[in-house]
């Protein structure tokens, strides 16, 4: 069961732009680590983006440039910025709380993102 609520998602044409929302819920810290992960058909979540209990994010290669993650801690959410995607982008995408630390190991539920070309 998905213990984090995600938005967000859909899709777009290549070189179009999304943006994945992740609500942090009370029972867990807003500034803990956190990251997403992308999930293709078969195969086991892959990095995306993190970012560490002290702000510093991390990337993949494959998004450097072109996604940002970031977090706003009064509303509690944590984001997933997509710019100029790629067909290559298309997966479910999932929030995840505890990077780097073993406070925390929740998910959020999944959303798909489709880059058409």
């Known amino acids: 069961q998905a213990q984090l609520q995600q938005s967000g998602g859909g899709s777009v044409q290549a070189g179009g732009s999304l943006r994945l929302s992740c609500e942090i819920p009370r029972n867990i810290s807003p500034q803990t680590g956190m990251a997403w992960f992308r999930r293709d058909p078969g195969e086991q979540p892959k990095l995306v983006a993190a970012i560490s209990a002290s702000d510093r994010p991390i990337y993949s290669d494959s998004v450097k440039g072109r996604f940002t993650i970031s977090r706003d801690i009064g509303s509690r959410t944590l984001y997933l910025q997509m710019n100029n995607l790629k067909p290559e982008d298309t997966a479910t995408y999932l929030c995840?709380?505890?990077?780097?630390?073993?406070?925390?190991?929740?998910w959020g539920q999944g959303t798909q993102v489709t880059v058409s070309s």
């Open positions: 995840y709380a505890g990077w780097g630390n073993n406070d925390y190991d929740a």
